[in-house]
C-alpha cells in the first residue's frame, strides 16, 4: 500500500479542479482487488472525486500552498504583463495549461497578463472568462491559505492588480 500523505479535513488542490477538501480514505474492491482511495469534495462544483491513493501524486494530488509559495504567486500578480503577440487561440491553450497545472505562481501569471485596467481596450468574451477562471481558482486557495472567505480573497487579489 502506498503512503497516505492526506489526512480527512486537509485542504488540497486537485490540478484540474482546484481546492477541495480530503472527506476520508476509503477501501473499495473493484474487481477483486483492493483499492485505497482518497475521497475529495469541491464545494464550489459540488462535486465529489476519488482517487487512488497510488496515484495520487501522479494526479498531481497536493497539498494546499505554503504561505510562502501563496505570497511568491501574489508578487507575480504585481509584475508586468507579459503577454505574446501570438493568436488568441495558441495563448488561450497556454493558459489553460498553466490553470489546470494547479501552481498558483502559473494561475497567478495568467490573471496577471489577461487583468485589464479601466482605462485599458475590452477583453473578448473568451480572455474574460479565463481571466475568471484564473481568478476563482486563484481566489480559492488565498482564501483556504488565509482562512477569509473567496470573496474577500478575490476582492484581495483585485486590489493588488489595481495597485
Same mark, same amino acid.
Given at each position: 500500500?502506498?503512503?497516505?500523505?492526506?489526512?480527512? &479535513?486537509?485542504?488540497?488542490?486537485?490540478? *484540474?479542479? &482546484?481546492? &477541495?477538501?480530503?472527506?476520508?480514505?476509503? @477501501?473499495?474492491? @473493484?474487481?477483486?482487488?483492493?483499492?485505497?482511495? @482518497?475521497?475529495?469534495?469541491?464545494?464550489?462544483?459540488?462535486?465529489?472525486?476519488?482517487?487512488?491513493?497510488?496515484?495520487? !501524486?501522479? !494526479?498531481?494530488?497536493?497539498?494546499?500552498? !505554503?504561505?510562502?509559495?501563496?505570497? *511568491?504567486?501574489?508578487? *507575480?500578480?504585481?509584475?508586468?504583463?507579459?503577454?505574446?503577440? *501570438?493568436?488568441?487561440?495558441?495563448?488561450?491553450?497556454?493558459?489553460?495549461?498553466?490553470?489546470?497545472? &494547479?501552481?498558483?505562481? !502559473? @494561475?497567478?501569471?495568467?490573471?496577471?497578463?489577461?487583468?485589464?485596467?479601466?482605462?485599458?481596450?475590452?477583453?473578448?468574451?473568451?480572455?474574460?472568462?479565463?481571466?475568471?477562471?484564473?481568478?476563482?481558482?486563484?481566489?480559492?486557495?488565498?482564501?483556504?491559505?488565509?482562512?477569509?472567505?473567496?470573496?474577500?480573497?478575490?476582492?484581495?487579489?483585485?486590489?493588488?492588480?489595481?495597485?
Amino acid at each position: 500500500m502506498a503512503k497516505i500523505e492526506f489526512d480527512e &479535513g486537509d485542504y488540497v488542490v486537485y490540478p *484540474t479542479h &482546484g481546492v &477541495g477538501r480530503v472527506l476520508c480514505i476509503e @477501501i473499495q474492491e @473493484i474487481s477483486d482487488q483492493k483499492l485505497e482511495l @482518497i475521497v475529495i469534495r469541491f464545494e464550489k462544483d459540488r462535486m465529489t472525486l476519488r482517487v487512488p491513493v497510488a496515484k495520487a !501524486s501522479n !494526479s498531481g494530488l497536493r497539498k494546499l500552498s !505554503s504561505r510562502k509559495m501563496m505570497d *511568491t504567486a501574489l508578487t *507575480t500578480l504585481k509584475g508586468r504583463s507579459r503577454v505574446k503577440r *501570438t493568436m488568441w487561440s495558441r495563448r488561450a491553450q497556454e493558459y489553460e495549461a498553466k490553470i489546470n497545472s &494547479g501552481d498558483p505562481v !502559473s @494561475i497567478a501569471e495568467v490573471v496577471r497578463d489577461l487583468h485589464r485596467a479601466a482605462d485599458q481596450p475590452d477583453q473578448s468574451y473568451s480572455e474574460r472568462q479565463m481571466y475568471q477562471a484564473a481568478l476563482d481558482r486563484l481566489a480559492r486557495e488565498l482564501a483556504a491559505v488565509e482562512k477569509i472567505d473567496e470573496v474577500a480573497a478575490a476582492q484581495k487579489l483585485e486590489d493588488l492588480l489595481a495597485a
